[in-house]
């Protein structure tokens, strides 16, 4: 069945540094790739997405590119803030609609200044 | 509503004890989705509704688990015989046609 994989965590990180967090998937067809975020105290909210091969998700200096070739979804940023501390969820969804999402256990990231 | 809203947001309850937890997702979403977080544990789905119908239940982890949805609108998670495996976050997430999801922030179980 469809899973995804990401890097374990918990990262930490010093403020400015770079941040990349490792997300692979399995799945039959061609799903689309979600990275969700979880702030301390707060509901998931959708970071960025890509819905096919080679599209590239970007939001807040956050990017992922889906990368059929090798089944990954890596999401990186160049300079990471304080503020990026939470949780990290990689996401597929199946091609059809009202597909479930299927998420990756998370990776916490705590950013200290 | 602006947003999917959940309540309660928390509920501690006794071993034994059956709780209802409700989801009242974005006016015209016609898509909702129960999700269990368990501590340290990724998303575990629940059940999906297409409207008041639940085309696929399969990650109800039990029989003491069931759900409902009516008028297309509110939906309720109810536990029966509640255990302490059950503690942990309940989140609901509401898309129109299954596209673009949007969370609710959960309904902390804590059973003691």
């Known amino acids: 069945g469809n899973s995804v994989t990401q890097m374990e965590g918990p990262v930490t990180l010093s403020e400015e540094a770079f941040l990349t967090i490792n997300c692979t998937y399995t799945?039959?067809?061609?799903?689309?790739l979600f990275w969700y975020v979880q702030y301390p105290g707060e509901g998931l909210q959708l970071l960025l997405k890509?819905?096919?091969?080679?599209d590239k998700g970007s939001n807040k200096g956050f990017e992922a590119t889906y990368r059929k070739e090798t089944t990954s979804f890596h999401l990186e940023k160049g300079s990471v803030q304080v503020s990026d501390s939470a949780v990290y969820f990689c996401?597929?969804?199946?091609?059809?609609?009202?597909?479930?999402?299927?998420f990756g256990e998370g990776t916490q990231l705590t950013v200290n200044p | 509503g602006a947003g999917v809203s959940q309540s309660p947001s928390n509920k501690v309850t006794e071993k034994g004890k059956d709780v209802e937890l409700r989801c009242d997702p974005i006016?015209?979403?016609?898509?909702l989705y129960w999700y269990r977080q368990s501590l340290g544990q990724g998303l575990e789905f629940l059940i999906y509704?297409?409207?008041?119908?639940?085309?696929?239940k399969s990650g109800l982890p039990s029989d003491r688990f069931s759900a409902e949805r009516t008028g297309g609108s509110v939906s309720t998670l109810t536990i029966q015989r509640t255990q302490q495996e059950d503690s942990a976050v309940y989140l609901c997430?509401?898309?129109?046609?299954?596209?673009?999801?949007?969370f609710g922030s959960g309904t902390r179980l804590t059973v003691v």
């Open positions: 799945a039959t067809g061609y799903p689309s």
């Open positions: 509704f297409q409207g008041n119908s639940a085309p696929d």
């Open positions: 997430a509401s898309s129109f046609l299954g596209y673009g999801y949007t």
């Open positions: 006016s015209g979403h016609t898509a």
């Open positions: 890509a819905t096919k091969a080679d």
């Open positions: 996401a597929q969804r199946g091609e059809t609609s009202g597909s479930r999402l299927t």
